[in-house]
């Protein structure tokens, strides 16, 4: 039978807008997490992160929101540029488990 | 740092075929982990390793995969007999102290089983 591939949300901005990246994630005991980008044919790249004692943590053109209440987290690009465009992961930390849960991802497309 | 060093980059083999990939942590990072990643199922973790020992295999798919760390600084995959079906991106990571600080992955290596 045919395969169905993973379809990924997909964000289509021009560039130079800011950008919104959403996640819901799974664990309300969920204490640590991570966005990550994924060129392609490249691995996936760490980006930014925050602690659930945060709500809002800032870098370079980016900034990563927490809201514990709904479990979301997102992550805005400002001036959104080509170079932008690639696939974003969340992941979380959920105590007493070993390892990170990762998201499907988004993928960002920005036309010029 | 050069990184979370993977090779081959691209390796391309027949069915049936033992294949064998490796992976180099950043040094002092003491957990490796072994992702692969397709369309169809996104990424997937296939096995951890904290200080050189297997902790967590239960993402490796049957039998014939099997992953060894034998030093703090060298890890393998081996797919053997390799299938089509395992035809992906097979990703290594390393971090310190379980993923405070995130992961840091390789390049990845792209498999293609003809």
């Known amino acids: 039978g045919e395969s169905v591939g993973l379809h990924l949300p997909t964000l289509s901005v021009q560039e130079g807008d800011n950008s919104i990246i959403n996640c819901a994630y799974s664990n309300s005991a969920s204490d640590y997490f991570i966005w990550y980008k994924q060129e392609s044919g490249k691995g996936p790249q760490f980006i930014i992160d925050?602690?659930?004692?945060?709500d809002k943590r800032q870098g370079q053109r980016v900034t990563v929101l927490l809201n514990k209440t709904v479990k979301h987290l997102s992550l805005q690009i400002a001036a959104t540029q080509p170079g932008d465009s690639a696939v974003y992961f969340c992941?979380?930390?959920?105590?007493?488990?070993?390892?990170?849960?990762f998201g499907k991802g988004t993928m960002l497309l920005v036309s010029p | 740092d050069a990184g979370v060093i993977q090779s081959p980059r691209h390796e391309v083999t027949e069915m049936g075929q033992e294949v064998t990939l490796r992976c180099k942590p950043i040094?002092?990072?003491?957990?490796l982990f072994w992702y692969r990643q397709t369309m169809m199922r996104g990424l997937e973790l296939l096995i951890y390793?904290?200080?050189?020992?297997?902790?967590?295999d239960s993402g490796m798919p049957e039998d014939r995969f099997s992953a060894k760390m034998p030093n703090a600084s060298f890890s393998t995959l081996k797919i053997q007999p390799s299938e089509p079906r395992d035809s992906a991106v097979y990703f290594c990571?390393?971090?310190?102290?379980?993923?405070?600080?995130?992961?840091?992955f390789g390049s990845g290596t792209r498999l293609t089983v003809v």
């Open positions: 390793f904290n200080n050189n020992v297997p902790i967590d």
């Open positions: 992941a979380e930390n959920v105590p007493g488990y070993s390892t990170l849960t």
């Open positions: 990571a390393s971090s310190f102290r379980r993923g405070v600080g995130g992961y840091t």
């Open positions: 040094s002092g990072h003491n957990s």
């Open positions: 925050i602690r659930s004692n945060m």
